[in-house]
């Protein structure tokens, strides 16, 4: 069962920064890509960024790119997401799960989510 925690979100000032972590289970973690994903109120739940297996390849939806960078250590088991010059527009629930692509239905396991909340 592969189970996803994430971590680090927080209330921050518009132009601030957060880093958000994503602590995966299992010893499969290096063999799958992660994703980034989020859901504002009333909105549907929208891609963020994404990363390769072995983090050699990054993507990136266009209203992040430039601020935000998605790493990953295999060791820890863990995916990261660092958000930079942070917009009201980013206060979301931020999910992190497995799979590849850029849409929810190719993602097999979702974490819980932590709320970003960016204030004007």
């Known amino acids: 069962q592969v189970q996803l925690v994430e971590s680090g979100g927080g209330l921050v000032q518009a132009g601030g920064s957060l880093r958000l972590s994503c602590a995966a289970s299992?010893?499969?973690?290096?063999?799958?890509?992660m994703g980034w994903f989020r859901q504002a109120p009333g909105k549907e739940r929208e891609f963020v960024a994404r990363?390769?297996?072995?983090?050699?390849?990054?993507f990136y939806a266009d209203s992040v790119k430039g601020r935000f960078t998605i790493s990953r250590d295999n060791a820890k088991n863990t995916v990261y997401l660092q958000m930079s010059s942070l917009k009201p527009e980013d206060t979301a629930v931020y999910y992190c799960?497995?799979?590849?692509?850029?849409?929810?239905?190719?993602?097999?396991?979702w974490g819980q989510g932590t709320q970003v909340t960016v204030s004007a």
């Open positions: 299992g010893r499969t973690f290096s063999n799958y890509a």
């Open positions: 990363i390769t297996w072995n983090g050699d390849m990054t």
């Open positions: 799960a497995r799979g590849t692509g850029r849409y929810i239905n190719d993602y097999a396991y």
